[in-house]
């Protein structure tokens, strides 16, 4: 089954970082510009067993909906999620949190996937991993504007 990670550093606390993810519009704002990604149903709460309806969008109308599950809750270390139905064969995606000091957190996602077994895996990695660097540096500036702000987590 194909693996990919990514991982960045953030001066943050741990718990400021895993505070950020218990809001699922976190991936809205994190995500790459294109496909365009979006919650259907936004006001979730994060938790053992919620799904979240994603809706992918290449161009006006063409698009497909994605479901995940969250299927482990960890504070403030990990949570995984899954797909229930989607475009992948299968789809589980771990999220990491590691305290490396009281100020310094490494977040990790590692997911394993399988799309199709007819398609050759070169191109689905490399937009994937493409896509999940892209997301970690994202999620750091994210998170450091918002600890800057005052309505931030760590105002």
Partial sequence: MPHIEASTVIPLPIE????????ATLLERISAPYPVVRLVHPDVQCQVGTRLL????????LGLDWEVEITEWTPPTQFVDEQVRGPFQSWHHVHRFEALSETETRATDAIDYEFNPAI???????????AFDLRMKTLRSV????????????A
Avoid: I, K, N
């Fill in 16 to 23: 400021t970082v895993w505070q950020a993810h218990e809001d």
């Fill in 143 to 154: 998170l450091l504007e918002t600890a800057r702000t005052p309505s931030g987590p760590a």
């Fill in 54 to 61: 994603v809706r992918v969008d290449f161009f006006a109308s």
């Fill in 120 to 130: 050759d895996d070169t191109v689905v990695r490399w937009m994937l991993q493409t």
